[in-house]
């Protein structure tokens, strides 16, 4: 992990380990820690070397296999999520991955946990067992394991139960997903879950898309959604404007975490990054 973040504070943005380990056999507990731990990183495989046992996941035990599974579609889920944050190491050279003492002060020595862009913290278990010491900085965080706000600065014991992972995302993102939480579809077809509290606050995202291959962004550009989120308790105002190239096939729907509908109406569950979150669908402006 140390090497990871340093080397992505360092301008090698393409960079990931090798699942499951290049070297030894890897055991089921083990490997399925490998695959909770590096699903959000910029790269993204599994590979060993030769002469050891093989570590494809259908190699592996049943549980082992599902949670390979479910990871690796938790990643394709969020391939929009991704695919901006490598907009801006292009145009900018922003780091997809970086510790927390780039973004917050106060955390020089922690070098086990990371945020994958500006709005998503992982703090993955590296060691057996289901516990750790977790950093929530400062801030509200929704924790999506346990599917409740936190607030931070805060250092916290942290158990997962089942098959989770801990994330937490920070108050005011707006996370584009494949629609439904998908692992196919174009990054034209998108689902916008919105992580607001009850404050009045604001905040906004410029979403942008393209093919989603080769280079014709360069000669055509790209297309953009600006979207603005109001929250003045107990309304949300969410407005839209989508333009540029394929504005007229984009389709998007929008989602609420973190607040109880006025109404009291169940929520819609939607896969998200290993969990499941109960979120309310609402319409933008």
């Given at each position: 992990?140390?090497?990871?973040?340093?080397l992505s504070?360092s301008g090698?943005?393409?960079?990931?380990?090798?699942?499951?380990?290049?070297?030894?056999?890897?055991?089921?507990?083990?490997?399925?820690?490998?695959?909770?731990?590096?699903?959000?990183?910029p790269?993204?495989?599994?590979?060993?070397?030769?002469?050891?046992?093989?570590?494809?996941?259908?190699?592996?035990?049943?549980?082992?296999?599902?949670?390979?599974?479910?990871?690796?579609?938790?990643?394709?889920?969020?391939?929009?999520?991704?695919?901006?944050?490598?907009?801006?190491?292009?145009?900018?050279?922003?780091?997809?991955?970086?510790?927390?003492?780039y973004?917050?002060?106060?955390?020089?020595?922690?070098?086990?946990?990371?945020m994958?862009?500006?709005?998503?913290?992982?703090?993955?278990?590296?060691?057996?067992?289901?516990r750790?010491?977790?950093?929530?900085?400062?801030g509200?965080?929704?924790?999506?394991?346990?599917?409740?706000?936190?607030?931070?600065?805060?250092?916290?014991?942290?158990?997962?139960?089942?098959?989770?992972?801990?994330?937490?995302?920070?108050?005011?993102?707006?996370?584009?997903?494949?629609?439904?939480?998908?692992?196919?579809?174009?990054?034209?077809?998108?689902?916008?879950?919105?992580?607001?509290?009850?404050?009045k606050?604001?905040?906004?995202?410029?979403?942008?898309?393209?093919?989603?291959?080769g280079?014709?962004?360069?000669e055509?550009?790209?297309?953009?959604?600006?979207?603005?989120?109001s929250?003045?308790?107990?309304?949300?105002?969410?407005?839209?404007k989508?333009?540029?190239p394929?504005?007229?096939?984009?389709?998007?729907r929008?989602?609420?975490?973190?607040?109880?509908?006025?109404?009291?109406?169940?929520?819609?569950?939607?896969?998200f990054?290993?969990?499941?979150?109960?979120?309310?669908?609402?319409e933008?402006?």
């Open positions: 992990m140390e090497i990871a973040l340093n504070l090698m943005a393409f960079y990931g380990a090798d699942v499951g380990g290049f070297g030894g056999d890897a055991e089921d507990e083990n490997y399925s820690a490998w695959f909770k731990a590096l699903f959000l990183f790269f993204f495989r599994n590979h060993c070397a030769a002469k050891q046992k093989k570590q494809e996941p259908w190699e592996m035990g049943d549980k082992t296999l599902d949670t390979a599974r479910r990871y690796i579609k938790a990643r394709y889920a969020l391939l929009p999520y991704l695919y901006n944050l490598f907009i801006a190491q292009e145009e900018k050279g922003s780091p997809i991955i970086t510790p927390l003492l973004h917050f002060d106060g955390y020089p020595y922690v070098d086990d946990q990371f994958v862009g500006d709005s998503i913290m992982q703090a993955p278990i590296m060691t057996p067992g289901n750790r010491k977790i950093e929530i900085p400062e509200r965080w929704f924790d999506i394991c346990q599917n409740c706000w936190i607030d931070g600065p805060l250092t916290m014991d942290y158990q997962v139960n089942g098959d989770g992972t801990p994330v937490f995302v920070r108050e005011g993102s707006i996370i584009p997903i494949r629609k439904a939480g998908r692992c196919t579809g174009g990054l034209n077809e998108v689902d916008f879950v919105c992580f607001v509290g009850s404050e606050k604001s905040w906004t995202l410029d979403y942008r898309y393209d093919e989603g291959n280079f014709l962004y360069r055509q550009g790209d297309g953009t959604v600006a979207i603005s989120i929250v003045s308790n107990p309304s949300i105002v969410i407005k839209k989508v333009h540029g394929g504005a007229e096939n984009f389709k998007e929008f989602f609420i975490v973190g607040q109880v509908s006025e109404t009291g109406e169940p929520g819609v569950e939607i896969p990054a290993g969990s499941t979150l109960v979120a309310r669908p609402v933008a402006n």
